[in-house]
């Protein structure tokens, strides 16, 4: 079965995708500390490899990388809000640029099973 | 540990030190500015040996083929050994032919190329002085232009202002680097609304953008902000009067923080930027420079109202940094 990736669109969809989904979090108060970045290029880059992985795209993460490149941000408080958080603008970025339920909730689980590694725990 | 072949002789690196700050700790001169990867001054081309892919970050495909790598920014693993050279040959003989006070602090710098020089208005250029002292500066002129001209801040202490306010005479030779950047306009979608927005000498590349923009017949509104803390602090102000009386597409608005009158707007820049953006600003494009915070800030803003990342040109003025450690204000 093809991913949701190439369901949704590929390439171009992420491209759509990631500046609704950076606009959400870089506006929510609770999480936006996390994200800020003088080079919005290369924070813009990384939300882009992160929604193609949960969509199950073309990707080099690893739950090794996920641990590691979330332990500096897990030191500063980030915690399972801030998480759901996160998921939850997923969720909505989806949802608006009309991809389906059921891939909506597969993307969902992808995601749900990332808790653990980016929490470092 | 790293070493650098640099005129023929060997200079060892610290563990994680940057070849500019090797070379400059054992005595070489290498050109240099802002010591952040984004002011090109201290280009150097490796003839041999692999220099890191972040030390070619933003430099041009051709550049990049060519071996040439920031000093700043290139960090050779333990081991490497590295032969470089300066980047004199990409380098072009000018003359100052003018000076121009435009107001207290900022000197219009115009200077004749003496080789053929392509460049985009809103591009910047390293100025290097005869004994290298090397400092970055927008492009306020038109390359249909003949001269080159930079607006010059006049920085307390700085060590380039204060030769072009005190000690430079027409007829003064200096060299050219660049062109760089990419906070320029690209022709194309003419009925875009365009918002270009500066604090202090980042006018000098909205001041060419906006006529280059109005010459490639860009037909959509522009509105032109210029920020400064109080009203000494704007220039060019009738000039610009007079371009937006010309073209009605053009909205010019200086802006002061204090001391504002009938003449000109006091008020914060960035609120009244967002207070007069529409709802939902689709296709519209921004050129944001000068002061660091203010361009970061409001590029964040921008985004936030719906601009599309694509479609923000930021170019936020870094000063030079010493190598004693980062101070600001050296320009």
């Keep these: ?121 | 540990m790293a070493k650098v072949r640099h005129e023929s002789a060997w200079y060892p690196l610290e563990p994680g030190e940057t070849v500019l700050d090797g070379l400059l700790r054992q005595g070489v001169h290498v050109p240099h500015a802002c010591r952040a990867g984004a002011c090109q001054s201290c280009l150097m081309r490796a003839t041999s040996g692999a220099v890191p892919e972040a030390a070619q970050v933003g430099l041009k495909d051709t550049l990049k083929a060519r071996g040439y790598f920031l000093a700043c920014a290139c960090r050779p693993q333990a081991g490497t050994a590295l032969e470089v050279a300066g980047a004199s040959e990409l380098r072009v003989p000018a003359r100052i032919v003018d000076l121009e006070s435009l107001s207290g602090d900022v000197v219009a710098v115009r200077l004749e190329v003496e080789a053929p020089f392509d460049y985009r208005a809103g591009q910047y250029v390293t100025v290097v002085r005869e004994d290298g002292l090397a400092r970055s500066y927008s492009l306020a002129s038109l390359p249909r232009e003949d001269r080159l001209e930079l607006h010059v801040r006049l920085v307390p202490g700085g060590a380039m202002s204060g030769w072009f306010a005190r000690d430079v005479r027409p007829g003064e030779r200096v060299h050219v680097q660049g062109p760089a950047g990419d906070c320029f306009y690209v022709p194309g979608q003419p009925e875009a609304p365009l918002l270009l927005a500066g604090t202090g000498t980042g006018l000098a590349p909205l001041y060419g953008i906006v006529r280059d923009a109005l010459e490639a017949g860009h037909t959509g509104p522009i509105h032109l902000f210029h920020g400064a803390l109080e009203p000494r602090g704007l220039y060019l102000v009738d000039a610009l009067r007079a371009l937006a009386a010309r073209h009605p597409n053009l909205h010019y608005r200086p802006l002061v923080l204090a001391g504002g009158d009938g003449d000109v707007e006091e008020g914060p820049l960035e609120a009244r930027i967002l207070a007069s953006l529409p709802k939902r600003p689709v296709g519209w494009r921004a050129f944001l420079c000068g002061n660091p915070e203010a361009v970061l800030s409001l590029r964040k803003k921008l985004f936030l109202t719906g601009f599309s990342l694509k479609d923000i040109h930021a170019d936020a003025f870094l000063p030079s940094t010493p190598r004693a450690g980062p101070v600001a204000g050296a320009a």
Excluded: W
């Excluded at chain 1, 079965?1 to 992420?14: L, N, Q």
């Excluded at chain 1, 990631?18 to 080079?39: A, P």
């Excluded at chain 1, 992160?50 to 073309?58: A, N, Q, S």
């Design chain 1, 1 to 121: 079965m093809s991913s949701v990736y190439e369901r949704i669109g590929g390439e171009p969809a992420m491209a759509a995708a990631v500046e609704v989904f950076y606009r959400k979090v870089l506006g929510d108060d609770r999480i936006n500390h996390f994200f800020e970045d003088v080079d919005m290029e290369r924070q813009a880059a990384k939300q882009k490899a992160f929604l193609t992985m949960v969509c199950g795209g073309p990707s080099n993460y690893s739950g090794k990388d996920m641990r590691a490149g979330h332990k500096h941000l897990v030191e500063r408080g980030l915690n399972a809000t801030h998480f759901d958080a996160v998921v939850g603008h997923l969720k909505e970025t989806l949802e608006e640029l009309g991809v389906p339920a059921e891939l909506v909730g597969q993307v969902m689980a992808v995601a749900e099973g990332a808790r653990a590694d980016v929490l470092n725990r």
